[in-house]
């Protein structure tokens, strides 16, 4: 056997114990024997440099080096789930389903595993990137310490498709945190706090060799590409195991909601006898036709459900109301408590949400509270112990003027929150504004944080968005913690955001309930910031979505003439603002008015292509048919009832081949 031979059946025989041991826990070999057959792997690799592999087993030990994780963009976004918490809700989801799909709907029903969201791409079988879940959109390349991690195969087995992404959750079982924490004590170190952080800091490491030492495991559940070689999610989890990775076997079918309840509440109860953390079940439609035919909000799909277990309660006292004031003014009252343990954490403050939730509850300081960590990420106080009440208590009375700017404060009618009308003198509102224009799905200005905008606001060099771009390195290198190479990628940085697409531009800009999808919808339609700014109150109105409130705040925004100048100086600074000359390119009016359905499987084009074709040639994409729609587009197993409806109703049926004729 020649040497190349040797290294290539030595790599084989460590992938397949290592998917005995870490995937499937039933190990052939002794340690001992693993150990030995890595060493010998380990030197053949040394001195024969010529073969060598980035998937190689050798390479689990770790050992690189990362100072900064570079951000990616996912190939397929990675959307958050909504939560319910009662049989009525998952029961007034069901139903928003059947109204959107044809035939009976079954449901895959999985744990959701309490750990860090990762996205891996195999390209031919091999390990190519491991992203963090970061926005949804982008997120952190942490490869190289993902590698280290024993579970995930760097090297797939069978029948796996050229190029796909597989989600899952980076956990630390509990048997390895508590480990890991017996070893620190020891040390005299403090412990960690709970197996979700401790896993999720782990991924940020710099040294891969100090992520290996930590007995951490990937859990997947989720397997996203154009086209995929199976037609249930159920399937796609049996596949997965086949092709080597860890999927947990506690997944199950269920038909009714009934089946799916009997089964939250049985890990409810038995969730404590896993060797992992869980906070709850996650309910999917099993067949992939109906989630593409159910598709997604702006934030989640349609298709999938969170049940969260009931959420843990501490008891602890409020020491004192303090007030934040956000980017838009409003102001939220939020509850500094005496430090209580709740779901692993230490938890010192929580949100109160406005001065009608603090006389429901009749909160005051000096309260025993108690205290819930729900659906939400940052803790409420859900009610009081009155016997506890000290008999000094004096009832709460809301602040009158800013906390920061001391301005009075103005309640609009119809609305829960008080607000500092101002904008333009209160520090905290100039900040949030600047924090928001440079965020990730904003403007996305590399080498510009949080805090660094804080310093810049605080040292005078800025007061506006507008005025980064006149931003010289001269100015920025005397900040603190401000190194010539830091100022110079944030001069960079700021440069380099003039690229970013109109409708990010448009997000950017802080219109209040302008989000995401209503500058995307804006943009597209008005094609030009001057175009929007000049739209009247019936104009915008008249656009589908848009609601009077949103359009009473653009009309409001460019009828201010501080916010015209901004928006003035951005275009003198070449920010974009108005579709690029290659975008307009792919976009007509040819669908212009036409209200269209899809569905089935196509085969020239996916489903969503279909749909961004449809929005780029003036068309809208409705999820069901009414009166309205003009067109129904069938693919492949169309669902007889949408059949019987369009043709009910005089709705006209098309095919691939004629919607791809039409807009050509």
């Known amino acids: 056997m020649d040497i190349k031979q040797q290294i290539t059946g030595l790599r084989d025989e460590l992938r397949q114990h290592n998917y005995n041991y870490y995937v499937l826990d039933n190990p052939t070999i002794s340690d001992y024997e693993f150990d030995e057959k890595l060493k010998l792997l380990q030197q053949l690799e040394k001195a024969h440099p010529e073969f060598y592999d980035p998937n190689s087993p050798t390479l689990r030990v770790g050992g690189e080096i990362t100072k900064n994780f570079e951000t990616v963009s996912h190939r397929f976004r990675m959307y958050s789930l909504d939560n319910s918490y009662s049989k009525d809700d998952l029961e007034d989801w069901e139903k928003r389903i059947k109204k959107l799909v044809d035939g009976p709907v079954e449901y895959t029903c999985e744990l959701k595993y309490d750990g ?18 970061g926005d949804g959109v982008q997120g952190d390349d942490v490869t190289i310490n993902v590698k ?66 930590r007995p951490l495991e990937c859990l997947l559940y989720s397997l996203k590409a154009e086209r995929l070689p199976f037609a249930t999610q159920f399937e796609g989890l049996q596949k997965a195991r086949d092709w080597g990775f860890k999927v947990p076997s506690e997944a199950k079918l269920a038909k009714t909601t009934d089946e799916v309840l009997d089964y939250i509440n049985y890990w409810d109860q038995h969730r404590h006898d896993l060797p992992y953390e869980i906070d709850g079940v996650v309910i999917k439609v099993n067949n992939l036709q109906q989630q593409e035919e159910l598709g997604y909000t702006a934030k989640s799909p349609r298709w999938a459900m969170a049940y969260k277990f009931k959420a843990e309660q501490a008891i602890t006292v409020l020491n004192k109301i303090t007030y934040q004031v956000g980017r838009t003014g409003a102001i939220t009252p939020v509850a500094n408590l005496e430090p209580v343990e709740l779901a692993g954490t230490i938890v010192k ?55 920061e700017c001391h301005t009075p404060l103005v309640r609009k009618e119809g609305e829960a929150q008080h607000y500092c009308p101002n904008t333009d003198g209160c520090p905290p509102q100039i900040i949030g504004r600047i924090q928001h224009f440079i965020s990730r799905k904003a403007m996305d200005i590399e080498g510009l944080g949080g805090e660094t905008v804080a310093l810049l606001v605080n040292n005078g060099l800025i007061q506006n968005y507008a005025d980064l771009y006149e931003l010289t390195e001269a100015q920025v290198i005397p900040l603190e913690r401000m190194a010539e190479k830091s100022a110079e990628n944030l001069i960079k940085g700021i440069e380099a955001s003039k690229l970013i697409p109109f409708e990010r531009v448009l997000f950017a800009l802080g219109v209040r309930f302008v989000g995401e999808t209503v500058a995307k919808k804006l943009a597209k339609h008005y094609k030009s910031i001057d175009a929007i700014a000049e739209a009247t109150l019936e104009d915008l109105v008249a656009l589908d979505e848009i609601g009077e409130k949103i359009a009473e705040s653009v009309v409001a925004f460019f009828n201010t003439l501080e916010h015209r100048s901004l928006v003035q100086r951005l275009k003198n600074h070449g920010v974009q603002l108005e579709i690029s000359a290659a975008a307009l390119a792919n976009q007509t009016d040819k669908l212009q008015g036409k209200i269209f359905v899809v569905s089935g499987v196509f085969a020239k084009v996916t489903r ?13 994409v409705s999820g069901s048919i009414s009166g309205k729609t003009n067109y129904v587009v069938a693919g492949e197993n169309m669902g007889p009832s949408k059949k019987v409806k369009a043709e009910g109703l005089g709705v006209t049926i098309i095919s691939e081949d004629d919607f791809l004729e039409m807009i050509a």
Not at 393 to 398: A, G, L, R
């Open 116 to 133: 860090a969201s990762i996205s891996l791409t195999y390209e031919q079988g091999k390990l190519i990137k491991a992203v963090t879940r």
């Open 148 to 213: 280290t991690i024993k579970s995930v195969p760097l090297q797939l087995m069978g029948d796996y498709p050229d190029s796909f992404d597989i989600r899952g959750e980076i956990i630390l079982p509990l048997k390895g945190f508590e480990a890991m924490n017996e070893e620190r004590v020891e040390a005299g170190e403090d412990p960690y706090r709970n197996p979700r952080n401790t896993a999720s800091g782990s991924l940020k490491l710099q040294d891969s060799a100090e992520v290996a030492k």
């Open 349 to 403: 403050r929580a949100s109160l949400h406005n001065a009608d939730q603090i006389a429901k509850l009749d909160i005051r300081e000096g309260d025993t509270v108690y205290v819930e960590k729900g659906g939400e990420i940052i803790p409420k106080i859900v009610g009081v112990e009155f016997s506890k009440r000290p008999p000094q208590s004096m009832p709460t009375v809301y602040i009158t003027h800013c906390p």
């Open 608 to 620: 969503e292509e279909l749909k961004k074709l449809i929005e780029d040639n003036g068309g809208k």
